[in-house]
Nanobody, 127 residues
């Protein structure tokens, strides 16, 4: 049974940083595409970042590029999302997700291509 257990959300001031973690069991992180998505209140869930396999493809949304970093510890089966320069627009529930290693640039951002999901963690950016 595949499980993705998230941690690391919370409340942070504008300009602050947070690191989200996602512990994966029942599935090899090194042979999966791992992604992060988020859903703000009243909005649809949107893509944030993803990394395929052993880093053969890494991509970010325009809003995340340059501020967020996705990384994986393949040996421990953990995926991270380090978020810097947070602002109010980053307030959302963040989800990690696991998909096949076959995803390519045109499909890696689509949530329907991910098989397993974490429980979500709230990130609130507020002064």
């Amino acid at each position: 049974q595949v499980q993705l257990v998230q941690s690391g959300g919370g409340v942070v001031r504008p300009g602050g940083s947070l690191r989200l973690s996602c512990v994966v069991s029942g599935r090899a992180v090194s042979s999966s595409t791992m992604g992060w998505f988020r859903q703000a209140p009243g909005k649809e869930r949107e893509f944030v970042a993803a990394e395929r396999g052993r880093g053969t493809l890494t991509t970010y949304s325009n809003s995340a590029k340059g501020r967020f970093t996705i990384s994986k510890d393949n040996a421990k089966g953990v995926v991270y999302l380090v978020m810097n320069g947070l602002n109010a627009e980053d307030t959302a529930v963040y989800y990690c997700a696991a998909g096949p290693a076959s995803l390519i640039l045109s499909t890696i951002r689509l949530e329907r291509n991910y098989d397993n999901w974490g429980q979500g963690t709230q990130v609130t950016v507020s002064s």
